[in-house]
């Protein structure tokens, strides 16, 4: 997607007259959240103008520098001291949304460590995301499966927004760049500890920036549709 991005980061790309990141924050505010962390690494600065302390989207936002790429959980582990409570975790380049409150209410009553936010390709709106397989029984995950691998006999699609409590930091492994699909959910599934899915209603949406296939959907669905975060 470098030739529609140039030297932006893909986060402040406008999409529909928003950068994805605002809409990201945006969809935050709608749901109660009031205080944020954005991990920062590709052009920090850039960022930082758009956003700032966050006051003008009704966010306290604080930043996290990542020099080197630590990994998605390798940055939930850099920010260990902050974590007191559930953390919401959310991958910033998609553009995702659906009730948040509905989500966080099914990983409190589940009184699971982990919750994972889904999809089904064949159902939600999206841009076709290869992301993580995800088989469930009941409203558990029993197997996740990194990238589009047809052999998981799943539909369901790790959506990039996840609850997390803070003992799941005992689950990142040591090392450089640990990843959320490929090591901490499978070594929570290998401990027999309890992770939880949700299955965003049918109005929810997930899509990514991934591919130029994938933006020009993105793309073409928010220019056609510009009220779609409401």
């Known amino acids: 997607v470098s030739s529609v ?11 529909g007259g928003m950068t994805v990141l605002e809409r990201n924050l945006e969809w935050l505010v709608k749901n109660g959240i009031t205080s944020v962390w954005i991990n920062l690494h590709y052009q920090p600065e850039d960022v930082r103008v758009v956003v700032g302390d966050g006051a003008q989207l009704g966010l306290s936002v604080s930043y996290s520098e990542e020099p080197e790429l630590l990994g998605t959980a390798g940055a939930f582990r850099a920010l260990a001291p902050q974590w007191t409570d559930t953390v919401l975790v959310l991958y910033g380049d998609n553009v995702t949304a659906f009730d948040l409150n509905r989500f966080l209410e099914r990983h409190w009553s589940a009184g699971s460590l982990a919750t994972i936010a889904l999809f089904d390709p064949e159902a939600h709106a999206n841009s076709g995301i290869a992301g993580g397989k995800v ?30 409590e803070p003992a799941v930091l005992a689950y990142v492994p040591p090392g450089r760049a640990p990843d959320f699909g490929r090591d901490v959910f499978p070594a929570l599934l290998a401990a027999d500890e309890q992770v939880t899915a949700h299955v965003m209603e049918p109005e929810g949406y997930c899509f990514g920036l ?21």
């Open 210 to 230: 991934d591919t130029p296939e994938s933006l020009q959907r993105t793309l073409k669905a928010f220019g056609e549709k510009r009220d779609r975060t409401q």
């Open 5 to 15: 991005l140039g030297n932006r980061s893909k986060v402040l790309l406008d999409i």
């Open 135 to 164: 088989t469930i029984k009941g409203e558990r995950v029993i197997a996740f499966t990194e990238g589009a691998d047809k052999a998981s006999g799943s539909s369901l699609v790790n959506a990039g927004v996840y609850a997390l």
